[in-house]
């Protein structure tokens, strides 16, 4: 493709609203348009990335042995009704209605209802099963803050495949084929996958696993434990399942009072008992909060290292509340001792006991108390998650600490058993006794569009994008410095430019005859993995230059030729073999 | 792919609301499915069609450099309050409005403000002019009529294509560019396309052709003149534009009157008079209809042998209205002496004046009149498209009659012009002397989805569908007889199975090990166009069948070996080389 008549225009400057690189520079360097927030062009190069993703997506689903098909956009509200989400997905969904003549639809964020519809009116036998579907597609959420380009928009492109069997074993079977499956394309796409157990949300269903990738443009955030490789979201993890040894406790501990002088947040009262207690963390303390829940005074207990993160109907107390009730001494609220008969709710964190026991309040003014165990000397009426997990936390596995890894979600599979088929109208299938029976099922979704955004995130440098070899929108940039001036290399080029297309190698053509600097620049932000440069300097030499961008899915023998520098001398002559070579034609 | 587990039903019946073969068909043997009325999902062999049909328009459209890129649905509202299409649109639009958080978009039914909004922020200068770029992407309609099958729909996939270019002749160069384009599209999906001249309806623009197959499931219709081959919609067809000799008139002809007790249609005069005049046809008559049109009396005149076909505001005079003017003599209107004075409105047929001029009522009861001619025995006061054409209106290149064609539009071209440059702000490049200068602009449409619906309506026979090779979903149908029962049948079939894969030869393996019947009609529904038998009273002889489904698209060399049957025989050794030469691998 030439450039001169491409449809690409590279901007110096970045759009005020990109956050991160990867928006940044597959805006600047023309890959992507913005046409509203959330909502996306893919312009002539962002487009050929996308198509190579989804054919990668498309082979790896199609050797599992998933068969493609393409569902509509428009999907009846009514079977939205019959399963229930219409109820569930409440305020997003009548943003997504379309009214048209005599029908209701609801425009597809995803396609549950729709597939087991369609296979429930074909695959009527058990002999037909376990069978898999996939469509790529174009889905739509009405996503209430758009970010990070591609990552979250109201129209995205999915690859989502849902599997049909027999019984709950076969459905596992399905699903663990999935998993290598998606396991495998998120290799072939040089991307480091954690796969990484979640919770189902919207779609529903027991089992279910998500894909992560490290990254500065995640919103999502896994605990993974360097001890035994568990992985799981954060808001999949519980302290309520954590393993813990009590028997560490030291219950010999005396409770003991100190004098804390107008020190009320655990910061403070920690530091001012450096002196008496070197060791004390604000693990140690007993953050203690009086709140209202239907207009009743509780009491919640959280350990002092963590913020209570879902305030789900909690209102704190105000000044007004504590005038009212003269036995809350405000800064200096405990469970121990605690006069009045207030409902006593710990979040799970308060499993953590220290080993000497918790510090809290002592439920007068200017003192705490420590050497507290629940249950010796203060009883929970309830337990509830009331705080986010930390770095630290106990991995449910093995009990030891937890990594935090913040994340963007790529990929996200589900068992979902008979969610859906024993909600729709006869899902069923005749088993083997002739007797019908509903449907096991799984889905699978991968996020196709946003893929482009995380794989730009994992492969720029500070020139530009550096994409891998088998996702670039084209194999090679050829630039032609000169090209308007000087007719050696107009002859050259042109020539080079044939015998690439006539090989079938794809190669976009920088025939504009701009500056050496500028087409430079351009080369390397739009990130093409190799760069052939013919230049009236080395041309006289009868050579011209072969730059290396991008070292991503190069095997190793390719690379062999830039060990010493990233570019390198070739005689013209050579440059076609050259290139074949590389590209392994 | 095995039969035994993929997504395909076929049905004896088909759906009551199938009128038409290929949709009965494409129901029938799997390919589609209906969702809601107008809404379609393409099943698994649907889909492999659908991909077929865009590989070969892609193809042809990166031959005549167009530039893939990928629009999104959702299409800001302000976009079309821009360029005026809101208005236009009126009752379409409202249905395909999407109503977001904090924004309104209109669910594309087609993309020229966003195309012409995207490529004025990148293209600046007229050296990257001209620039033609297309999508294959999902559009809505709010159809009110949905109807045979993938032909009119709410959801339709569609290649669409815009070029921009500095001038009206680069505009009208790129406009050919993209003609020879769409015929050699039509040409490889083995379609007989008829370019015609045709109106420009809700796109806009001058010039503009549609390109018809002839078919029972057209609802258009085009005119065709076997003379000298201009074809044009019937829609855009005009006799205010026809050339006529009014050399032939005979104007000494004297005016004649005619007793006609009681008869007051063409048909009833016409077979009244055939006795004093014996070549007396319906188009020698001046239909006379009184009507109203803004509480105003109006005399229509239109040629006998044709229908009021658009009443537009016109309301025919009712009995009370008739009583008011005793003038207006109710069945013998004509406009020759007709007393009060009511303005005369002919159709553009009353150009059509027979040799020896028009027969109509004579404003007397019982009474027609002959010999009429405009000028010199009655006046028009204004000219009016009133009604349609007829076969055998005059063509308006060489006046010989047109032949009308029952159609199905399967692609649409326009030359733009400035229809939307001159809109939508800043769609401007600079030209040579710097200044800024509106696009001339062309866009181009082809039906994707209706095409599958249009190639199998061509492409049927009374066992089912008959696909071209190139666009059929599998290249081979194999089908193993008592495959569950004949293990020798079993292990054959399964290494032929294995052979083909491996070659990368699209086979459906009909693994089902149902009756031969069954399969064999199966077979002949789906419509793969080379059928393989294994069946045990052949496999005893060494032998197994090679049947042709199709022979469309398939080169002579290719049919020779079925010159005297569809069916042959061949040595169960040589099917594999066999299958190589015909598919010329």
């Known amino acids: 493709m030439r450039m001169s008549k491409y449809l690409l225009k590279t901007f110096r400057e970045a759009p005020q609203d990109a956050e991160v690189e990867s928006h940044k520079l597959l805006i600047r360097a023309g890959y992507i ?31 599992a042995g998933a068969q493609e098909l393409l569902f509509p956009a428009l999907t009846p509200y009514e079977w939205w009704q019959e399963s229930g989400r219409d109820k569930y997905f409440g305020e997003i969904l009548p943003a997504l209605i379309v009214k048209a003549r005599n029908a209701n639809f609801v425009l597809g964020p995803t396609h549950e209802e729709v597939v087991t519809k369609t296979v429930s009116s074909i695959v009527d036998s058990y002999k037909s099963l376990g069978i898999c579907v996939y469509q790529i597609q174009s889905k739509f959420r009405d996503e209430p803050r758009p970010r990070f380009g591609l990552v979250r928009t109201k129209e995205l ?38 796969k990484v157990q979640a919770t189902s949300g919207a779609i529903g269903g027991d089992v279910n696993h998500e894909f992560m990738i490290e990254s500065e443009i995640g919103e999502d955030f896994y605990l993974f434990c360097p001890e035994c490789n568990v992985a799981l979201n954060i808001e999949a993890y519980s302290l309520a399942d954590a393993k813990l040894n009590p028997s560490e406790y030291d219950l010999t501990q005396q409770i003991k009072y100190y004098d804390t002088p107008g020190l009320t947040s655990v910061k403070d009262v920690k530091n001012f008992l450096k002196n008496q207690l070197p060791d004390v963390k604000e693990s140690d303390f007993l953050k203690t909060i009086a709140a209202k829940k239907n207009k009743e005074i509780v009491i919640l207990l959280i350990a002092g290292n963590r913020q209570l993160a879902d305030t789900r109907g909690f209102e704190l107390l105000n000044d007004n509340d504590f005038e009212n009730h003269p036995e809350l001494i405000k800064g200096f609220l405990g469970p121990y001792n605690l006069t009045g008969n207030y409902k006593i709710i710990a979040d799970y964190s308060v499993r953590l006991t220290p080993k000497n026991g918790w510090i809290s309040g002592a439920n007068q003014k200017d003192k705490h108390v420590g050497g507290l165990f629940p249950g010796r000397d203060f009883q929970i009426n309830e337990w509830e998650k ?138 390397d932000l739009i990130g093409i993995p190799y760069q052939i440069i013919i230049g009236p300097k080395l041309l006289n030499k009868g050579k011209c230059e072969l730059k290396l961008r991008s070292q991503a899915c190069l095997n190793s023998g390719k690379l062999e030729a830039f060990e010493n520098s990233n570019v390198i001398e070739l005689d013209v002559s050579h440059i076609g073999s050259a290139i074949k070579d590389l590209l392994l034609l």
């Open 386 to 523: 009331l705080s986010k997990p930390i770095e630290g936390d106990p991995c449910p596995n093995c009990a030891k600490g937890l990594k935090i890894h913040r994340s963007v979600e790529v990929g996200h599979t589900f068992q979902l058993g008979l969610t859906y088929s024993s909600k729709i109208k006869d899902a069923t299938f005749l088993n083997e006794q002739g007797q019908p029976q509903p449907y096991w099922m799984g889905c699978y979704g991968i996020g196709v569009s946003r893929l482009i955004s995380v794989i730009a995130q994992c492969y720029h440098d500070d020139k530009g994008l550096t994409w891998p070899v088998n996702l670039a929108p084209f194999k090679i940039h050829l630039i032609a410095i000169d090209y308007l001036k000087n007719p050696e290399i107009r002859v050259l080029a042109d020539e080079l430019y044939s015998q690439l297309i006539e090989q079938s190698i794809e190669v976009l053509f920088d025939d504009r005859g701009l500056s050496a600097g500028i087409s430079f620049n351009d080369a």
């Open 33 to 63: 348009q913005k046409v509203s927030s959330g909502v996306y062009s893919y312009l002539p190069l962002g487009l050929r990335v996308l198509v190579n993703i989804s054919q990668i997506i498309r082979s790896e689903l199609n050797k």
């Open 157 to 194: 492109i999915m690859a989502d495949a849902y599997s049909f069997d027999k019984d709950k074993q076969d459905m596992k079977q399905s699903y663990e084929i999935m998993l290598n499956c998606y396991e495998q394309i998120f290799k072939r796409l040089g991307l480091k996958a954690k």
